[in-house]
């Protein structure tokens, strides 16, 4: 076990220690301009998956999506469709008043 003498000139070691520490100097401005950087507004980053997608291309994207609707209204809509489903179904036996079914 130490002796008591041994530490109390340990502890006058450590503070004398103490004495011999200079004083940092420091910018005058270091608390500002430590502050800004913490708090600037950072730039708001774009999710790179859709960044592409911009408004001028969903704009596109919808018109050609509408004109292919329109276009696929007025072909169903055309009696040429309606007679071509008729002779297919008339074809492979289709129709209504075909034979009865096993599954009915």
Do not use: H
């Amino acid at each position: 076990m130490k002796r008591p003498k041994d530490i109390n000139q340990k502890i006058e070691a450590t503070f004398d220690v103490l004495n011999t520490i200079d004083e940092v100097s420091v910018s005058p401005f270091f608390k500002d301009k430590t502050m800004q950087r913490l708090f600037s507004e950072k730039e708001e980053t774009v999710s790179a998956g859709f960044s592409w997608f911009t408004p001028k291309i969903q704009l596109v994207t919808l018109v050609c999506v509408l004109i292919i609707n329109v276009f696929g209204v007025y072909q169903m809509t055309k009696t040429e469709y309606d007679t071509n489903i008729s002779d297919f179904a008339t074809m492979y036996e289709l129709g209504e008043d075909s034979k009865a079914s096993l599954l009915n």
